[in-house]
């Protein structure tokens, strides 16, 4: 079963019965997870990164370049955009589903579209990784301000102004190139990482530190790996299963799986 790709019927009746057999599975998830909802994820051909420069977007040049900001924030507002209307697809139900079959301990995200919440998934159960995009804060004292407030600013072709309590900068809350994680969402996914006995990545390159050290977590503790993704990934060589496929696909017929209990 290591490292083999064929996305055949033994392999979806074997991960439906290491579900139903776990004790705590963790879903790791990225960008690959919200394509079919229509979100561009970054690597992909056509995806986000053939469309702005990486380096532009980073937090080293937010925090020190008016240039750079500016083009962040045109990035931003494209995205809410379309993410303002994107749904959740079969994989985000799918892994809602597990969750109330008690077949779930945690979702860990690198996404930050919201889409496993709006599936049905607890927020407690969620832990964003890379925070959100419904959210702006000063980076100087934190306040908060309604992404819908700057939105309109930026719909009018306004710059952003700076915080209005200390005069800080505003940035969405999400984690740039260069910028810290969530310390409270990374040790409990660090927790859970190296307790669970299945963790299952899904849509995820695995090439983004420090999120992609948890599925090595995991397997170094014990747990079995599963990658579920379209293209190769840096770790399959020590995955116990891999399909290279769409996560809809692979899911929706795992879970059906689980529900029916035929495997
Ligand atoms: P990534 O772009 O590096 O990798 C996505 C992977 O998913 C690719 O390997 C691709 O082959 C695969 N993929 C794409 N569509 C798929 C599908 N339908 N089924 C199975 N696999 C599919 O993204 P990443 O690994 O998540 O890491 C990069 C960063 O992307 C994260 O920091 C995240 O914050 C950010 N991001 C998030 C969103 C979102 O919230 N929707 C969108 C773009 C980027």
Same mark, same amino acid.
């Given at each position: 079963?290591k490292?083999?790709?064929?996305?055949?019927?033994?392999?979806?009746a074997a991960?439906a019965?290491?579900?139903?057999?776990s004790?705590?599975?963790v879903?790791?998830?990225?960008?690959?997870i919200?394509?079919?909802?229509?979100l561009a994820?970054?690597?992909?051909?056509?995806?986000?990164?053939?469309?702005?420069?990486p380096?532009?977007?980073s937090?080293?040049?937010?925090?020190?370049?008016?240039v750079?900001?500016?083009?962040?924030w045109?990035?931003?507002?494209?995205?809410?955009?379309v993410?303002?209307?994107?749904?959740p697809?079969?994989a985000?139900?799918?892994?809602?589903?597990?969750?109330?079959?008690g077949?779930l301990?945690?979702v860990?995200?690198q996404?930050?579209?919201?889409?496993?919440?709006k599936a049905?998934?607890?927020?407690?159960?969620?832990?964003?990784?890379?925070?959100?995009?419904?959210?702006?804060?000063?980076?100087?004292?934190n306040?908060?301000?309604?992404?819908?407030?700057?939105f309109?600013?930026?719909?009018?072709? +306004?710059?952003?102004?700076?915080?209005?309590?200390?005069?800080?900068?505003l940035k969405?809350?999400?984690?740039?190139?260069?910028q810290?994680?969530?310390?409270?969402?990374?040790?409990?996914?660090?927790?859970?990482s190296?307790?669970c006995d299945?963790?299952?990545?899904?849509?995820s390159?695995?090439?983004v530190?420090?999120?992609?050290?948890?599925?090595? +977590?995991?397997?170094?503790?014990?747990?079995?790996?599963?990658?579920?993704?379209r293209?190769?990934?840096?770790l399959?060589?020590?995955?116990d299963?891999?399909?290279?496929?769409?996560?809809?696909?692979?899911?929706?017929q795992v879970?059906?799986?689980v529900?029916?209990?035929?495997?």
């Amino acid at each position: 079963m290591k490292g083999r790709d064929n996305s055949g019927r033994d392999k979806i009746a074997a991960l439906a019965r290491w579900l139903s057999e776990s004790r705590e599975t963790v879903i790791f998830t990225g960008a690959g997870i919200s394509t079919e909802s229509g979100l561009a994820d970054f690597r992909s051909p056509g995806g986000i990164w053939d469309r702005f420069d990486p380096n532009e977007l980073s937090y080293p040049r937010f925090v020190s370049n008016p240039v750079s900001r500016r083009t962040y924030w045109k990035f931003y507002r494209e995205n809410w955009k379309v993410s303002r209307d994107a749904e959740p697809n079969r994989a985000h139900y799918a892994v809602a589903k597990l969750e109330q079959l008690g077949k779930l301990s945690a979702v860990v995200t690198q996404n930050i579209d919201g889409l496993h919440q709006k599936a049905g998934n607890s927020p407690e159960k969620v832990f964003e990784l890379h925070g959100n995009m419904w959210e702006v804060r000063c980076l100087s004292c934190n306040d908060l301000y309604s992404w819908e407030e700057i939105f309109k600013l930026l719909e009018e072709g +306004k710059e952003v102004y700076n915080c209005k309590l200390c005069g800080g900068l505003l940035k969405p809350a999400t984690v740039s190139f260069g910028q810290s994680l969530p310390e409270e969402a990374l040790r409990e996914a660090q927790r859970l990482s190296g307790r669970c006995d299945l963790f299952i990545c899904i849509g995820s390159s695995l090439v983004v530190y420090p999120a992609a050290y948890l599925p090595e +977590k995991a397997k170094n503790a014990g747990a079995k790996l599963v990658i579920i993704n379209r293209e190769p990934t840096p770790l399959d060589q020590i995955a116990d299963m891999v399909f290279r496929g769409e996560a809809g696909d692979v899911m929706s017929q795992v879970v059906k799986t689980v529900e029916t209990g035929t495997f």
